[in-house]
């Protein structure tokens, strides 16, 4: 299979859903289940009878992943519950936003279910957002799936989905429990996110025992978690020799979400300055003024990609918030594809040397 497939993460309630559900470029979209709550009823609603169409449906189910359940008031210092107890050595440092915002946790109170920092990260944070303790002894207790993630996993199954996404996967047992939930022979692909999920995959997972099982280098989080960034190069190349058919997802393109941002600060300027009346006037000036292009870094990666093995991709959460950025993402994923993983280019290449 030479030929580059592309994932989204979307949900039907998006004004752009009914756009790249259909859009034959797209081999898969995925709904990810972090910040559905009261809302997934709804949402579970609107795809039920999607699954008999020609774009294949995943539901993303977060495991043992650690997750903020409720934000407690209070001006002096960051006070959050997780989904999970944990145990880990304090003070130690505590990341959030993906890496990009920090505190330092100062104690745990209730069994480790509720963390008490000193002061706080720049940013707010909020319920559903997930976090990372890098600290080598950290231990998350109690059974991998919460209640109220066994109930989405549930709900998901009554409304069609046979395909699935499993977070933070470290082993084989993790693997065993969901399947036993969702079957044993179904499609579930395990995102690997941690150390610790590294190592499952160099010493225990087997492909040919498991073809409906598929690794995803899930490197939003793994990038993270990894102690030195540049470890994630051989992570990312231990998983594809491990699973030829893995996919690789998040941090791809996301140059355009800088050009989001470009574009957003000139909606703002356009409406001050009178140059326009509306918002929809001033978007569409907006992105007149200002067309995102791929970075050049952005390009070399996806090549880089393709060229050690991958031909599964998977746009993160972020570019796919937006129409129009993941529209320009899905385009150059699409001349990507057709100018440098065709049989024609490849052979153009080759005479050449």
């Known amino acids: 299979m030479n030929d580059p497939q592309l994932l989204v ?64 008031a209070n001006e002096q210092h960051l006070d959050i519950t997780l989904n999970h107890a944990i145990s880990v050595e304090t003070p130690t440092e505590v990341l959030f936003k993906a890496g990009a915002d920090f505190a330092v946790l100062d104690h745990l109170e209730e069994d480790g279910k509720r963390l008490i920092f000193q002061g706080g990260p720049q940013y707010n944070v909020y319920p559903g957002e997930s976090l990372h303790i890098r600290h080598p002894g950290l231990q998350i207790h109690g059974p991998i799936f919460t209640q109220a993630e066994l109930d989405k996993i549930e709900k998901a199954k009554q409304a069609g989905f046979t395909r699935w996404f499993l977070s933070y996967v470290e082993s084989q047992e993790d693997i065993d429990q969901f ?143 937006d129409g129009n950025l993941l529209g320009t993402a899905v385009n150059a994923f699409d001349a990507f594809k057709d100018s440098y993983c065709t049989r024609w280019y490849q052979l153009s290449f080759s005479s050449k040397r």
């Open 179 to 321: 399947l036993e939930l969702v079957g044993r022979k179904a499609e579930v692909w395990l995102k690997i996110e941690s150390p610790r999920g590294l190592r499952y995959v160099n010493n225990h997972f087997k492909k040919k025992k498991t073809p409906n099982l598929t690794l995803v280098a899930a490197r939003g989080d793994l990038y993270v978690e990894l102690l030195r960034p540049h470890k994630i190069l051989k992570a990312v190349k231990a998983i594809i020799e491990a699973d030829p058919k893995a996919c690789v997802g998040s941090r791809l393109l996301l140059s355009l979400c800088s050009s989001g941002t470009v574009v957003t600060k000139l909606l703002g300027r356009l409406q001050r300055f009178g140059l326009a009346t509306t918002a929809v006037e001033a978007k569409q000036l907006a992105q007149d003024l200002f067309d995102p292009v791929p970075s050049c870094a952005d390009w070399h990666e996806l090549a880089w990609l393709y060229d050690v093995g991958y031909r599964k991709f998977m746009l993160c959460d972020e570019l796919c918030l």
């Open 9 to 72: 993460t979307l949900w039907p309630s998006f004004p752009h859903f009914d756009q790249f559900k259909a859009d034959g470029r797209l081999a898969g979209i995925r709904l990810n289940s972090a910040m559905m709550n009261t809302e997934l009823d709804e949402e579970l609603a609107l795809v039920a009878g999607l699954h008999r169409g020609k774009m294949p449906l995943y539901f993303d189910v977060k495991g043992r992943q650690m997750r903020i359940v409720e934000v407690h």
